[in-house]
């Protein structure tokens, strides 16, 4: 009997994906403890499992590969070779390498070119003796691996994608920013998308550029310059011919160069899939066949009904909601992951940047096993790493700083996770310089975010770190400097609900903290009423609700209305006027406030009547609808009604672009002066890191 293979095949990449990662951890504790032998034979299994595997699926070039693997790997264990830095460079360089590999070969593509630079210098690390890599060095000549060599040109087309300034984005930016790293000798703008004047839309992007780029630098630099606009934009670069490079080299070098890259797209073939206990099924078997119990009992008590039956339909359907918010509850804890699957991908990023800026950099964390939403915990890895690969190149600082500061040689990066009241909570601590927030208040002033007259506070001063293209980093590395970088992370952070905090000491280090939802599926919601419509606030949101006074609500000349609660000023938002919604409970003596917060900034809101606390199943509206402005989706309520779930930091900008009738004046720092009670501490004290 002939068995086919190819429905096994997905899964070959998802148990490939585990081993590399064992081995790369397994790597990583080499670096320190050479004399590990179970480390070592650890990482030889993982790579002949690999090897085994892919021959029987028919995927030469990765047995090939891991069998070149495997030889310096056996010939390290019976110690006819040292594991010495050199070769666990070169074999973590070749993990990189193996995750294109897989990539390559699930997608059914050609092998990457740096396959065969690769092989050539495995062989050559089998020698006997110190290793040097050769192999390396020549390729360096032929600027395969990243070395200035000569000027090359290229020719990049860039379209980015229509919604760039949506969100907070500016295309000449980028424009402007390339041009640091060599010199834009032709450009030219297509403006054959531009509508007619009384189409055009002041925040969609119509135009793209050809350019002619001239540049010492590599292809993976000038890629980094577009990673934060590369969601629906067009970015091709091609190398000119006869500029001087050779292809083959440019090729191997974007494939090394991009390995990282290309290895978290490897990483993402689980995606479909989550490996679930045992346990877990056999008690989702279990409550699936009570429902079907307690739903036979209620169909037939239905059928045969009389009045007398009552008692007894009431006690059936009762015992179907038990079962069914049982069954919810067990279905969505399959979908909890823990968080220690994304903190076992940092270690590398961390030892990549210490060894390319010399610093001596330890990475640790606490509660990996705290559980989080699949969905979420996906959304999470790229801002995870982007503050990780920040705190690393720009928070620790080199080891003679630290020795001139007192402080230990090799620098900090804590990651704790725990779950606390409802939510996920993460902090990212590092023992670095902190901010500096001179630099920030000069660069605002600089900018013209603010004048050098006003008054703010530290956290505001910090605040501004938020604002795109914001950056006080005095030189751009491959790493950071750009100035998207919080802005982006925060923007994806608030995307799966969550809000970012933070909170500095300069010279002692900085702490990030995320609070996000445990899933973003279902939310605890507070349904209120605004004319004849009805919302969904988001619990988690709200802080308290109130009936206020008529001297409590005040109007602030020329920044719209505030709400005095204890002495505190608090930005007034009027749902009916955001929403258009046409009510009788226009003044606010007469309605409900709920005061929310966001980015430790409260807020109030005003409603007609606030209804009844519940569950609510969250529906995507741009898989459904369109998207809603102010809105993160929308759910149907008991009685069949559509409502949205309104986004708090979605009503805030949507009430600006409309002009500021609800929250004007909210653009200046000293309206919110008052507005900002000092927090005592922990996730609720405002800071940032400069990046």
């Known amino acids: 009997m002939k068995i086919d293979l190819s429905r096994f095949r997905q899964a070959f990449f998802q148990e490939a994906i585990d081993h590399l990662n064992h081995m790369e951890a397994a790597l990583l504790l080499l670096t320190t403890t050479p004399s590990d032998n179970e480390a070592l034979n650890s990482i030889f299994r993982a790579a002949h499992s690999i090897k085994g595997a892919s021959g029987t699926f028919g995927l030469d070039d990765i047995t090939r590969f891991t069998h070149r693997l495997e030889e310096l790997l056996d010939a390290m264990r019976q110690g006819r070779l040292q594991p010495d830095p050199t070769r666990v460079q070169l074999l973590l360089q070749a993990c990189d390498v193996l995750r294109g590999l897989l990539a390559t070969a699930d997608a059914g593509s050609s092998p990457p070119a740096g396959m065969e630079p690769m092989l050539v210098k495995l062989t050559a690390a089998q020698r006997a003796g110190e290793f040097v890599p050769e192999a390396e060095h020549k390729l360096r000549k032929r600027d395969c691996w990243g070395d200035p060599f000569g000027r090359k040109t290229y020719a990049i087309h860039f379209q980015p994608s229509p919604s760039i300034f949506q969100e907070g984005m500016d295309p000449l930016l980028v424009l402007r920013e390339l041009s640091e790293l060599g010199a834009i000798e032709e450009i030219t703008a297509d403006l054959s998308q531009l509508p007619a004047l009384g189409d055009l839309k002041f925040d969609i992007s119509y135009l793209s550029w050809d350019l002619r780029f001239t540049t010492e630098k590599q292809r993976p630099e000038i890629q980094d310059v577009f990673a934060f606009v590369e969601d629906g934009a067009q970015i091709k670069i091609d190398l000119v011919a006869g500029s001087g490079e050779v292809a083959t080299g440019e090729t191997a070098a974007k494939d090394i160069g991009t390995a990282n890259r290309r290895g978290a797209e490897a990483q993402r073939h689980d995606s ?50 038990r079962n069914t918010r049982e069954l919810q509850e067990r279905v969505m804890a399959v979908r909890m992951l823990p968080v220690g699957s994304i903190f076992a991908r940092l270690p590398r990023i961390v030892y990549d940047i210490a060894g390319a800026s010399g610093k001596s950099i330890a990475i640790n964390w606490t509660g990996e096993e705290t559980e989080l939403d699949k969905s979420v915990l996906e959304g999470m890895m790229d801002p995870l790493t982007h503050l990780v690969r920040n705190a690393a190149d720009h928070g620790i600082e080199t080891c003679e700083q630290r020795r001139a500061a007192g402080k230990p040689e090799p620098g900090t990066i804590h990651l704790h996770a725990r779950h606390q009241g409802g939510n996920f909570l993460i902090e990212i601590s590092d023992d670095g310089q902190g901010l500096k927030l001179a630099r920030i208040r000069e660069k605002a002033i600089e900018r013209g975010l603010m004048s050098a007259s006003d008054e703010v506070t530290p956290e505001q001063i910090q605040a501004f770190i938020f604002h795109p293209g914001f950056s006080t980093a005095e030189q751009v590395s491959e790493v950071s400097g750009r100035g998207v970088g919080m802005d982006v992370v925060r923007r994806n952070v608030e995307a799966l609900g969550g809000t970012v905090t933070l909170r500095s000491a300069e010279g002692k280090g900085t702490t990030i903290g995320i609070k996000l939802p445990l899933t973003l599926a279902v939310l605890e919601g507070q349904v209120v009423r605004v004319g004849d419509q009805t919302y969904v606030l988001p619990l988690v949101s709200i802080v308290e609700s109130i009936k206020p006074s008529r001297e409590q609500v005040r109007a602030v000349a020329g920044q719209g209305e505030v709400v005095m609660l204890r002495q505190e000023p608090l930005p007034l938002l009027r749902l009916h006027r955001i929403f258009g919604v046409p009510t009788e409970v226009t003044e606010p003596s007469r309605g409900l406030v709920a005061v929310v917060e966001h980015e430790s900034r409260r807020m109030a809101l005003l409603v007609d009547e606030l209804l009844n606390q519940q569950q609510v199943v969250i529906k995507s509206l741009q898989s459904n609808f369109h998207k809603v402005d102010g809105a993160m989706g929308a759910t149907i309520l008991g009685d069949g009604r559509v409502s949205l779930i309104l986004d708090v930091a979605g009503l805030v900008e949507l009430s600006r672009q409309a002009g500021g009738t609800a929250l004007a004046g909210s653009e200046n720092p000293a309206f919110f002066a008052a507005a900002e009670p000092p927090s005592p501490g922990g996730l609720g004290h405002a800071g940032i890191r400069i990046y």
């Open 272 to 321: 479909a899939s989550i490996r679930v206990a045992t346990e877990k099924v056999d008690e989702l078997i279990n409550l699936v066949g009570e429902l079907v119990i307690a739903q036979s009992m209620t169909v037939e008590i239905a059928n045969h009904f009389v009045l007398e039956r009552l008692p007894e339909l009431q006690a059936a359907l009762i015992e179907v909601g």
